[in-house]
Protein backbone atom coordinates (compact mmCIF):
# COMPACT_ATOMS: atom_id res chain seq x y z
CA UNK A 1 0.00 0.00 0.00
CA UNK A 2 0.84 3.78 -0.54
CA UNK A 3 1.54 6.30 2.41
CA UNK A 4 3.28 9.62 2.37
CA UNK A 5 5.80 10.04 5.12
CA UNK A 6 7.00 13.65 6.08
CA UNK A 7 10.35 13.88 7.99
CA UNK A 8 11.29 16.87 9.63
CA UNK A 9 14.85 18.24 11.25
CA UNK A 10 17.82 16.10 10.70
CA UNK A 11 15.25 13.41 9.64
CA UNK A 12 14.41 14.93 6.29
CA UNK A 13 17.12 13.75 4.06
CA UNK A 14 16.31 10.15 4.64
CA UNK A 15 12.90 11.02 2.17
CA UNK A 16 15.73 10.63 -0.72
CA UNK A 17 14.06 10.67 -4.38
CA UNK A 18 10.66 9.36 -3.13
CA UNK A 19 9.08 12.45 -2.66
CA UNK A 20 8.02 11.43 0.50
CA UNK A 21 5.67 8.42 -1.15
CA UNK A 22 6.39 5.29 0.63
CA UNK A 23 5.39 1.64 -0.37
CA UNK A 24 4.61 -0.97 2.50
CA UNK A 25 3.53 -3.74 3.35
CA UNK A 26 -0.50 -4.05 4.61
CA UNK A 27 -0.26 -4.10 8.33
CA UNK A 28 2.66 -1.66 8.66
CA UNK A 29 2.55 0.12 12.04
CA UNK A 30 4.39 4.01 12.89
CA UNK A 31 6.85 2.53 14.52
CA UNK A 32 8.44 0.27 11.88
CA UNK A 33 8.60 3.32 9.44
CA UNK A 34 12.23 4.28 10.68
CA UNK A 35 13.76 0.98 9.90
CA UNK A 36 12.12 1.07 6.58
CA UNK A 37 13.47 4.32 5.83
CA UNK A 38 17.04 3.77 7.09
CA UNK A 39 17.10 5.01 10.54
CA UNK A 40 17.16 4.19 14.19
CA UNK A 41 13.43 4.29 15.67
CA UNK A 42 15.48 6.27 19.08
CA UNK A 43 15.48 9.21 16.87
CA UNK A 44 11.87 9.14 15.68
CA UNK A 45 10.07 11.02 18.93
CA UNK A 46 6.33 11.43 17.60
CA UNK A 47 4.35 10.15 15.08
CA UNK A 48 1.05 12.25 13.39
CA UNK A 49 -1.13 10.57 11.07
CA UNK A 50 -2.97 13.55 9.52
CA UNK A 51 -3.14 16.19 12.08
CA UNK A 52 -3.67 13.37 15.19
CA UNK A 53 -0.73 12.16 16.97
CA UNK A 54 -0.67 8.71 17.03
CA UNK A 55 1.61 5.66 19.00
CA UNK A 56 3.64 3.91 17.14
CA UNK A 57 1.64 0.86 17.21
CA UNK A 58 -0.91 2.70 15.05
CA UNK A 59 -1.79 0.17 11.88
CA UNK A 60 -1.30 2.64 8.72
CA UNK A 61 -3.98 2.73 6.13
CA UNK A 62 -3.79 2.91 2.29
CA UNK A 63 -3.28 6.51 1.58
CA UNK A 64 -2.18 7.82 4.81
CA UNK A 65 0.21 11.08 5.46
CA UNK A 66 2.22 10.29 8.77
CA UNK A 67 5.01 12.77 9.82
CA UNK A 68 8.11 11.69 11.85
CA UNK A 69 9.55 13.98 14.44
CA UNK A 70 13.06 13.39 15.71
CA UNK A 71 13.63 14.39 19.75
CA UNK A 72 13.45 17.79 20.45
CA UNK A 73 16.16 19.51 22.34
CA UNK A 74 17.28 23.08 23.44
CA UNK A 75 17.43 25.45 26.37
Known amino acids: MKIT??????????????GGILEVPQKTVAGQLPELMGFSAEN???YFVGEERVEKNRVLEEGDEIKIFPPITGG
Not at 5 to 18: A, E, M, N, T, W
Open 5 to 18: VRLFGHLSPYIKDS
Open 44 to 46: AAM
